[in-house]
C-alpha cells in the first residue's frame, strides 16, 4: 500500500555554473539554524575541496539536509559545468522536485537548458529561483519570458509550465515571492518548497528497494553509497540483495554495516530510515552507482538511465624526462595506475583504460576542465606523472563512416571582438548558426562545431577579447566528421643541451618568440622553453655563457634586459602542447617537452610521417 511521507521533501538545485546555487544552500543552512548563532562558516561551505574553493565552482554534488517547520529538506547542492553532467544526471533520481536557479542578468545560459531537459525528462517539478536580484543590471521581467521560453522549446507538461517564481539574492540572504518588494529572509522559499514539491511515496510495508545514486569515498570504511529509499526499510545489519538494471546477472547478498542520515553537513548513524530518507550505507565493498539494494526474497532492480559516454581522451604515462623523480613522491606505474584507479570509485563519468605499455594509461572524460581537474589533484597528493595532447573519440555509424562528438558553443562577447571570434572558429570547422544582440553592447554568437575544434581555444578566446567574452559550450551528440584541423599556427623553442638556463643564452633566445622559463631554471635537451612566431620549431641553446675576452667595449657591460617570461598555468600549458609533445607534471612544475627528446631521431620520425 503506498504511502506518502509528509515530514520529508527531497530537492536538487540546479543551475548554470555560477548562478550562485552554492551560495542559496549556505543561505538556507545558515536561516534553518543549522549553524550556531556565534559559529564563524566559511562563504560557500558545500564547496569542500580546495580546487572548487580557489576556482568557485562545483566539481562534486553534495548532499544536506535543513529542517523547516518539522519538515527535514534534503538537499542536493549539483555542479553546473557541462563537463561534470554526469554528477547532475544522477542525483535527479533521489529527488522529487528540482530549484532551478538563473541570474538576474545572464538569464537563461546553455547548462540551464542542460539541466532543465534532464529535470523535465523525469517529471520532476521545477521551483524556478531568479537570483542576484539585486543586482544593478538585473532584468528580471526579459528573464521570467526567457525561462518560460525554455520551458516550451523543452516540451514542459501543462504543470510543469505553471511554476512557481521566487525572486531572491542568495548573498543578502532573502527572497520574495513579489520581484518589486525585496524579502526579509528566505521563508518565502522554505514556504514554496513545502508548497509545491511533492512529498515523497512509496510502499513501507514492501520489500526494502534503495537506488544508489553517488557514491562517497573515505579512506577509512571506503566505499560509501548515497542513494534514496524508495520502499521499505532499511536496517543496519540487514542482509540484502545487491543487483543492477543495466546487468541482470548481476546479484549479491551483501550486509549492511552502517546507516546514516544527513543533518546539516554532517551524516548521523541512524539504526534504520524508511520510504524518502536519503542514506548514506558503508561497509558494501563493491557498490557502484545504479545499483539496487533489496529484500532477499524480492530482488527487483529500479531502472537507471546510463551515464553519458566520455568525449575526450588523453595518456597518462610514467616520467621518464632527465628530470624525472626529483620533485615528486609517487613516480612510478604502480602508483599511477592506483590512484587512478582510485578515481573511479567516485567519478562516474571516468574512464581509465590500461594500454600495451604497462607505463601509460589512457584516461577519458567528459572534457577539458575535468581531466585537469584530475591532474590538479593528483599533482597536489604528490604525484609526478606526464600527460599528452587531449584528443577526440570517435566512432563510427553503421555504414563505417566516422563520427565526431560535436559541441553547441555560445559566445557573448563585446561587438569590436565578434569578427576575429567568427574567424577564429570558422578556421576551427565551426558553423554559425545565430547572432543576437544583448544588453550592454554585447552580441551572443551561437555556433556549432566539433569538440576537437575547441580543444585549446579558451586561452586564445580570452586573448582575442581582451578577457571581455564568455565562452559555454555543451554537448551536442555525435555528428560527421568535419576533416582535418591543425592545432597551432606557432612553432616551439627547444632547447637542445641540458643545464641551467642563464640570462644571456635567454637574451639570445628571446629574439626568437616568447619564453616559457627565467633564468636559473634547469632544462635538458627537447624541451619546450618557449613559442616561435613561424610555423616550425626552433632549437636554441638557452644554457650558453658569453665568451669572456680581454678586450671591453664601453657597452658590453651594460645589464641584458630580459622580458618576463610567459608563466602557463596547466590550463594554458594542456591548451598549448601539440600532439609530438607531451606535459610533465610535478608537484613543483610544468614542463612541456618533445615526445622524442633525441633531436636526431625527432628529425628521423618527422621524416618517416610524411
Given at each position: 500500500m503506498k504511502q506518502t511521507r509528509d515530514d520529508v521533501r527531497n530537492i536538487a538545485i540546479i543551475a548554470h555554473v555560477d548562478h550562485g546555487k552554492t551560495t542559496l544552500v549556505d543561505e538556507l543552512l545558515k536561516q534553518s539554524g543549522v549553524f550556531r548563532a556565534n559559529q564563524e562558516v566559511a562563504e560557500r561551505v558545500m564547496d569542500s575541496n580546495d580546487i572548487e574553493r580557489e576556482r568557485g565552482i562545483t566539481i562534486l554534488s553534495k548532499n544536506t539536509a535543513v529542517t523547516y517547520k518539522n519538515t527535514k529538506i534534503n538537499i542536493i547542492d549539483t555542479p553546473g559545468h557541462a563537463d561534470f553532467g554526469g554528477e547532475?544526471?544522477?542525483?535527479?533520481?533521489?529527488?522529487?522536485?528540482?530549484?532551478?536557479?538563473?541570474?538576474?542578468?545572464?538569464?537563461?545560459?546553455?547548462?540551464?537548458?542542460?539541466?532543465?531537459?534532464?529535470?523535465?525528462?523525469?517529471?520532476?517539478?521545477?521551483?524556478?529561483?531568479?537570483?542576484?536580484?539585486?543586482?544593478?543590471?538585473?532584468?528580471?521581467?526579459?528573464?521570467?519570458?526567457?525561462?518560460?521560453?525554455?520551458?516550451?522549446?523543452?516540451?514542459?507538461?501543462?504543470?510543469?509550465?505553471?511554476?512557481?517564481?521566487?525572486?531572491?539574492?542568495?548573498?543578502?540572504?532573502?527572497?520574495?515571492?513579489?520581484?518589486?518588494?525585496?524579502?526579509?529572509?528566505?521563508?518565502?522559499?522554505?514556504?514554496?518548497?513545502?508548497?509545491?514539491?511533492?512529498?515523497?511515496?512509496?510502499?513501507?510495508?514492501?520489500?526494502?528497494?534503495?537506488?544508489?545514486?553517488?557514491?562517497?569515498?573515505?579512506?577509512?570504511?571506503?566505499?560509501?553509497?548515497?542513494?534514496?529509499?524508495?520502499?521499505?526499510?532499511?536496517?543496519?545489519?540487514?542482509?540484502?540483495?545487491?543487483?543492477?538494471?543495466?546487468?541482470?546477472?548481476?546479484?549479491?547478498?551483501?550486509?549492511?554495516?552502517?546507516?546514516?542520515?544527513?543533518?546539516?553537513?554532517?551524516?548521523?548513524?541512524?539504526?534504520?530510515?524508511?520510504?524518502?530518507?536519503?542514506?548514506?550505507?558503508?561497509?558494501?565493498?563493491?557498490?557502484?552507482?545504479?545499483?539496487?539494494?533489496?529484500?532477499?526474497?524480492?530482488?527487483?532492480?529500479?531502472?537507471?538511465?546510463?551515464?553519458?559516454?566520455?568525449?575526450?581522451?588523453?595518456?597518462?604515462?610514467?616520467?621518464?624526462?632527465?628530470?624525472?623523480?626529483?620533485?615528486?613522491?609517487?613516480?612510478?606505474?604502480?602508483?599511477?595506475?592506483?590512484?587512478?584507479?582510485?578515481?573511479?570509485?567516485?567519478?562516474?563519468?571516468?574512464?581509465?583504460?590500461?594500454?600495451?605499455?604497462?607505463?601509460?594509461?589512457?584516461?577519458?572524460?567528459?572534457?577539458?576542465?575535468?581531466?585537469?581537474?584530475?591532474?590538479?589533484?593528483?599533482?597536489?597528493?604528490?604525484?609526478e606523472f606526464a600527460v599528452s595532447k587531449a584528443e577526440v573519440l570517435y566512432k563510427t555509424d553503421e555504414k563505417g563512416k566516422k563520427l565526431e562528438p560535436m559541441e553547441i558553443a555560445y559566445i557573448d562577447v563585446p561587438e569590436e571582438f565578434s569578427g576575429s571570434v567568427i574567424q577564429k572558429l570558422s578556421n576551427r570547422k565551426g558553423e554559425l548558426q545565430g547572432m543576437t544582440p544583448i544588453n550592454g553592447g554585447y552580441i551572443r554568437l551561437e555556433f556549432s562545431i566539433p569538440s576537437r575544434g575547441l580543444i585549446g581555444y579558451r586561452g586564445e578566446f580570452m586573448t582575442d577579447t581582451k578577457g571581455n567574452g564568455i565562452l559555454n559550450t555543451i554537448f551536442d551528440g555525435y555528428g560527421p566528421y568535419k576533416g582535418d584541423l591543425s592545432y597551432r599556427k606557432q612553432g616551439s623553442l627547444i632547447a637542445f643541451e641540458a643545464g641551467e638556463a642563464i640570462t644571456y643564452g635567454l637574451f639570445n633566445a628571446q629574439e626568437r618568440g616568447i619564453l616559457f622559463i627565467g633564468p636559473g631554471e634547469k632544462v635538458y635537451a627537447g624541451m619546450v622553453v618557449g613559442q616561435t612566431g613561424k610555423a616550425e620549431d626552433i632549437e636554441i641553446n638557452v644554457c650558453k655563457k658569453k665568451q669572456l675576452t680581454n678586450t671591453r667595449s664601453s657597452s658590453a657591460d651594460e645589464a641584458l634586459r630580459l622580458t618576463p617570461p610567459k608563466i602557463l598555468s596547466l590550463e594554458q600549458a594542456l591548451e598549448f602542447i601539440d600532439v609530438d609533445e607531451l606535459l610533465e607534471i610535478t608537484p613543483e612544475s610544468l614542463r612541456i617537452r618533445k615526445r622524442i627528446l633525441d633531436p636526431t631521431m625527432r628529425k628521423r620520425a618527422s621524416f618517416n610521417k610524411n
Open positions: 547532475v544526471e544522477r542525483v535527479l533520481k533521489m529527488v522529487n522536485g528540482v530549484i532551478l536557479v538563473v541570474d538576474a542578468f545572464e538569464g537563461a545560459m546553455p547548462q540551464t537548458k542542460f539541466v532543465l531537459q534532464k529535470a523535465l525528462e523525469l517529471g520532476l517539478p521545477v521551483i524556478v529561483c531568479i537570483n542576484k536580484i539585486d543586482r544593478p543590471e538585473a532584468r528580471p521581467n526579459e528573464v521570467i519570458d526567457e525561462i518560460l521560453e525554455l520551458f516550451l522549446d523543452l516540451d514542459a507538461s501543462e504543470e510543469q509550465l505553471d511554476c512557481p517564481f521566487v525572486f531572491a539574492s542568495a548573498k543578502s540572504g532573502h527572497a520574495s515571492l513579489d520581484m518589486d518588494q525585496p524579502g526579509h529572509n528566505m521563508i518565502p522559499l522554505f514556504e514554496t518548497i513545502l508548497d509545491y514539491i511533492p512529498a515523497p511515496v512509496g510502499d513501507p510495508e514492501a520489500g526494502t528497494q534503495v537506488l544508489i545514486s553517488t557514491i562517497d569515498y573515505n579512506e577509512y570504511v571506503g566505499r560509501i553509497g548515497v542513494g534514496k529509499v524508495d520502499n521499505g526499510e532499511i536496517r543496519v545489519n540487514q542482509e540484502v540483495v545487491l543487483v543492477n538494471h543495466h546487468e541482470p546477472d548481476k546479484q549479491r547478498k551483501v550486509k549492511v554495516s552502517k546507516l546514516y542520515e544527513f543533518d546539516g553537513l554532517n551524516k548521523v548513524e541512524v539504526t534504520s530510515a524508511s520510504i524518502g530518507s536519503i542514506v548514506a550505507i558503508s561497509g558494501i565493498t563493491d557498490i557502484h552507482i545504479g545499483d539496487t539494494l533489496c529484500a532477499v526474497d524480492n530482488p527487483v532492480a529500479i531502472p537507471f538511465q546510463k551515464i553519458s559516454e566520455p568525449t575526450i581522451a588523453m595518456n597518462f604515462m610514467v616520467n621518464d624526462s632527465p628530470l624525472a623523480g626529483l620533485e615528486g613522491k609517487y613516480v612510478t606505474s604502480r602508483h599511477l595506475r592506483d590512484r587512478l584507479f582510485r578515481e573511479l570509485n567516485t567519478d562516474v563519468s571516468l574512464r581509465v583504460e590500461e594500454t600495451e605499455s604497462t607505463e601509460c594509461f589512457k584516461v577519458s572524460g567528459r572534457g577539458e576542465l575535468h581531466l585537469s581537474v584530475l591532474i590538479e589533484n593528483m599533482r597536489r597528493e604528490g604525484f
